[in-house]
């Protein structure tokens, strides 16, 4: 058992701070900037409540942040009242928010000069995977680290791999969200075709989901969106602001992604029609407007 911390309790931090507690079986002090959030959590779960995010870091070996955005992982992190006035020499700061590959380097270096250790650990898995607690983490560290690490990430995940130095988490992340985009859309647009050509969709994919099209989105998303229902899983709002961290990347690295530019263009066509909030399948959505 260690003493943890856990920074924001949103839809994923929410139950992944939960899983620490019950299934880790550490001792978990948690801050969310929403403070009825927080009591909430520490009803249900027990634990106790830090009103700042250093508060709550005091002493902790484990300092665990889940946010939204690079600047709300700065906040957190190195602003006033920011985990590392706090944290202890030794202790070792694990970043679960997708974010840049540029801020996890920064504060890689700003948790260094306080003596703390930095791993980037962004998940995968949305909301259900953060509930069940079988989450993938793609680590950014170093192997030590990391190995000190993994045994208590492992309470809310089902896959945890080091991917190389600090910022190959949030690159590997990255992938993951051109891949996500593009299977999306090649789903989309195949139960658009085959709703237009009067076959039974249920049907189609029982069979051609056992071959190589199979996905799991395809898996778990087809009959939602065969009944235009978008209310599962991660949001639109939130798949535009990784596809934007994703192609500053490009432009930095000089890769060539068209399919994911496009793609982000036609989920900037969804939030047009107040999908901000549907999840991502909702790409089918502006093929039958």
């Known amino acids: 058992m260690a003493k943890v911390a856990f920074i924001g309790l949103g839809v994923m931090g929410f139950p992944m701070a939960g899983h620490l507690k019950t299934k ?107 509930e069940n607690g079988v989450l993938t983490v793609m680590c950014g560290g170093d192997e030590d680290t990391f190995a000190k690490a993994k045994p208590v990430i492992n309470a809310y995940a089902r896959m945890v791999g080091l991917m190389g130095a600090v910022g190959a988490g949030q690159l590997t992340k990255m ?45 778990n998303r087809h009959k939602t969106m065969a009944k235009s229902q978008y209310e599962f899983g991660f949001a639109v709002d939130w798949m535009r602001k990784d596809l934007g961290i994703v192609l500053n990347e490009a432009k930095r690295n000089g890769a060539t992604l068209p399919v994911t530019a496009l793609v982000d263009q036609f989920y900037g066509e969804v939030q047009k029609l107040g999908g901000h909030r549907w999840d991502t399948s909702s790409l089918l959505a502006r093929l039958e407007k």
């Open 175 to 219: 992938i993951n969200q051109i891949c996500i985009a593009g299977l999306v859309q090649g789903l989309a647009e195949g139960i658009h075709f085959g709703k237009k050509a009067g076959l039974d969709i249920e049907k189609v994919v029982e069979v051609i989901s056992k071959g190589a099209a199979g996905s799991w989105q395809m898996e």
């Open 24 to 130: 880790g079986g550490h001792e978990v002090t948690v801050y969310n900037r929403t403070t009825a959030k927080a009591e909430s959590w520490v009803e249900k779960f027990g634990g106790a409540l830090g009103t700042t995010p250093a508060e709550a870091a005091r002493d902790a070996d484990f300092v665990f942040t889940c946010v939204g955005n690079d600047d709300d992982l700065r906040s957190v992190t190195t602003g006033p009242g920011g985990v590392l006035e706090s944290m202890k020499p030794g202790a070792i700061l694990i970043d679960n928010t997708t974010a840049s590959a540029e801020v996890a380097r920064e504060l890689q270096e700003a948790a260094r000069e306080k003596g703390v250790a930095f791993i980037d650990a962004p998940v995968s898995g949305g909301q259900a995977g953060a």
